[in-house]
């Protein structure tokens, strides 16, 4: 029974982490109804920010990370506003085809400075720390972490939406972007903060995945493809629903991993599959009003 706890247990603190990837993807189809194709290649040039970072100045992740989230708003912002602006429209293409090209310069970029080695941040320690629950269970400390820090990302993006002037924002123009510029929103901006919020989890995101494991250039199709299966079981326009999404996916995998070390990524998509063809709006998706 116990090892079936700590499976359980050790999914859940794998779909916080996962839940960290899709909290950025979320936000910004959830706005701009925009496919961000790129998304997991923006985290691993994160987690090489970070790594560059420590190594170079020598200070420990958490500083290296908290420099690096101002850096990457306004990064996000400049992106959106400048470039992905003007792919928005009815048609998807556009903006697929951008951030797919983007997504190719980032891994041949960081294969040319970095190599195609797997690099890791050092977590000081914490990557081999554990919490004793019980004799027969224990839990890793920098998992904890992670899952806290998704859970208040998850809790913060909630209230902003639902509570703060720049939420209301968000919701607007998604909903009709037109209506929302006659009232006075530029829509412009509004895309460009939501994509800069999106790159703060994005690099938090980068940073904690290079100290949890390693990370390779090539890494990026993969962090994409637990993002958008997470916001597909979870549903669309729900950051609860994402991260609810993101913890089903990592318990999966979990289980998976437990039958066979080969069977926890089938596993995992065969749940993104199922959940695609009973309930495609999602487990969770956003309820009007």
Known sequence: MWSWIDTLVQGLLLGGLYGLFALGQALIFGVMRLTNTAHGDFIVLGAFMAFLVTTGLGINPFIAGALLLPLAFGFGYALQRFPLNGTLGKDPLPSLVVTFG???????????????DPRSIDSMGLNIQGVA?????????????????????????????????????????????????????RASH??????????????????????????????????????????????????????????ILGVTQSIGFRFNPGWGIWFGHLVFLAVLVWRPQGLFPKTKG
């Not at 998992?143 to 806290?148: E, M, R, S, T």
């Open 102 to 116: 983007l997504a190719i310069v980032i891994q041949n970029a960081l294969q040319q400075g970095f190599t195609a």
């Open 133 to 185: 629950l019980t004799e027969q269970l224990s839990i890793g400390v920098l998992p904890l972490l992670i899952f806290v820090l998704a859970l208040a990302c998850t809790a913060g993006l909630q209230w902003m939406s639902q509570r703060t002037a720049l939420g209301r924002a968000f919701r607007a123009v998604s909903d009709d972007r037109e209506v929302a510029q006659l009232m006075g929103l």
């Open 190 to 247: 509004v895309y460009a903060m939501a994509t800069g919020i999106a790159f703060v989890l994005i690099a938090l995101a980068g940073t904690l995945q290079g100290m949890r494991t390693t990370v390779s250039p090539s890494d990026g199709p993969a962090l994409l493809l637990f993002a958008f299966e997470a916001v597909i079981i979870g549903g669309m326009g729900s950051f609860w629903g994402t991260f609810a999404g993101a913890l």
